[in-house]
């Protein structure tokens, strides 16, 4: 069976000021969706399981109905209310739970090898083919799973700070740890990670996530348990979220999974703040002007 894409797309986009998700970047108003949605047919993805919140579920499914060209599509919503074990949401919350609640919500949606994709990053071509490649030989029932790194230096913004799961990788390929930083952004003494404790430097050369898993239908039972002990230290921070890259790596320290990080030679680029779409539309433009991509998407 053909391999299934998840695309979180029910960020906020608080720091954009707009659905980001449907933003126009290509030549024909494509938007980075778009783009993924044409690599990923060309991997050989089965579907797409759209993952949205109600407040731009219309606007994101108008966007994308017309776009979808016959690949089959579902959408499910992250909601606030949908928590295990009758649990309710602190008063005042607003904001979605997180990266790891949204793929949660896939339990009982998904059952085969599947990746994970940000709605707003644009990963590039090999990157799909390598994971496709990956998730057509993996175990549907086995706790293998793999994911795509990135230089740490490729995927910040010169527009403020971003948020990054920092990676360290063994000789044998298979992820050792991964931590999320939230407050990474450049500086003019280098690279840092705004931490409580105090700033962190880094290279810019660290193997950085960017949200691009590959899973099989085993994560969503440790997808589970690591949300309901994240719910019980901090479900009453209205602002705290459960991220998947946290989850990824307290399985990796326990010994429970495994990750394979694959080598890929895709270039990514992302939306994050206003200032970044020229950057993007650029770097698409090159990519089309080298004839990675059609001047208009079909």
Partial sequence: MKP????????MGSRYGGIKQIEPVGLHGEAVMEYTLFDARRAGFGE???IVRREIEKEVMEFLAPRLGGFPARFVRQELGDLPGGRTPPPGRTKPWGTAH?????RGLVDRPFAVVNADDFYGRDA????ASRLRNMDPSGTDFAMVGYRLKNTLSES???SRGI??????GFLRSIE???LIERTPGGIVSRREGGDVPLSGDELTSMNLFGFTPGIFPFLEREFISFFAERGGDPAAECYIPSVVGALVSSGEARVEVLP???EWFGITYPADRPAVQRGIRRLIDRGVYPPRLA
């Fill in 4 to 11: 299934v894409l998840v695309v979180m797309a029910a960020g």
């Fill in 48 to 50: 797409g399981v759209f």
């Fill in 102 to 106: 949204a793929i949660l919500r896939c």
């Fill in 128 to 131: 799909f083919r390598v994971m």
């Fill in 160 to 162: 403020g700070s971003v």
């Fill in 167 to 172: 990676c360290v990788a063994g000789e044998d």
């Fill in 180 to 182: 999320e930083h939230t």
């Fill in 264 to 266: 890929s030679s895709a």
